[in-house]
């Protein structure tokens, strides 16, 4: 694998079902990210990682539960969704933590669908 | 936080004409990239361009950070050009940070 993947590409679940959506990033980066594309909306950041600490939550809702074990995975664990929640989830990564930050390079994508 | 304008939103042209593409931020900036996003989702990096020029074949990018804008050049368009372009500019200190994006300018080339 190379890159940066995502899974799973496609999911459907219901208001109280459970799920996570996995990233992996092959590039040797230290930072990740998670972004949320809304139909009516522009691309939207949700959450960033740098050396797996968190250090930047845009105000999403406690129903989003991001978890990064390493600097190499990035998880977004779901629950008791709403069907305005639906949506395309990216995860992108970057190598930070130096002067200038540099290129992000964006994963496929999981789309969301909550009934 | 920043605020980034495209335009315009919507571009149809036919095949073998040329475009330009505008991106205008309300910051100083020092990370400014263009996307291009295929139907299926994926963000395909076109340029890394906190600013000054880059070529890369038939597409170009300029920056002009003190006047707070970056233009996507794409020259004798291609069917497979059709899309949406999206530009994403941040403002980091040292450390990661997230990008915000303009809405996109959909193009569509036509045959």
């Known amino acids: 694998e190379t890159g940066v993947t995502q899974t799973p590409r496609h999911l459907v679940m219901g208001m109280t079902n459970k799920k996570s959506l996995k990233c992996e990033q092959h590039l040797g980066h230290n930072a990740m990210y998670w972004y949320k594309q809304s139909a009516k909306k522009p691309l939207e950041l949700m959450f960033v990682y740098n050396f797996k600490e968190q250090t930047e939550n845009n105000s999403v809702p406690s129903r989003f539960s991001p978890e990064c074990p390493n600097s190499s995975h990035l998880f977004l664990h779901l629950h008791t969704l709403q069907p305005e929640d639906s949506a395309l989830y990216l995860c992108a990564s970057s190598q930070d933590g130096l002067a200038d930050p540099d290129t992000q390079y964006f994963g496929p994508g999981t789309r969301l669908t909550v009934l | 936080g920043i605020q980034v304008e495209q335009s315009p939103p919507d571009l149809i042209l036919q095949e073998g004409a040329n475009s330009t593409l505008r991106c205008n931020f309300s910051d100083s900036v020092n990370n400014l990239q263009w996307f291009h996003q295929n139907p299926w989702g994926q963000l395909i990096n076109l340029f890394y361009?906190?600013?000054g020029t880059k070529q890369n074949g038939r597409l170009s990018a300029t920056t002009v950070a003190t006047e707070r804008y970056s233009l996507l050049y794409i020259s004798s368009s291609q069917t497979t050009d059709s899309g949406v372009y999206f530009c994403?500019?941040?403002?980091?200190?040292?450390?990661?940070?997230?990008?915000?994006f303009g809405k996109g300018t959909h193009l569509i080339i036509q045959p």
């Open positions: 994403a500019v941040s403002y980091s200190g040292g450390g990661a940070d997230g990008l915000t």
């Open positions: 361009i906190p600013s």
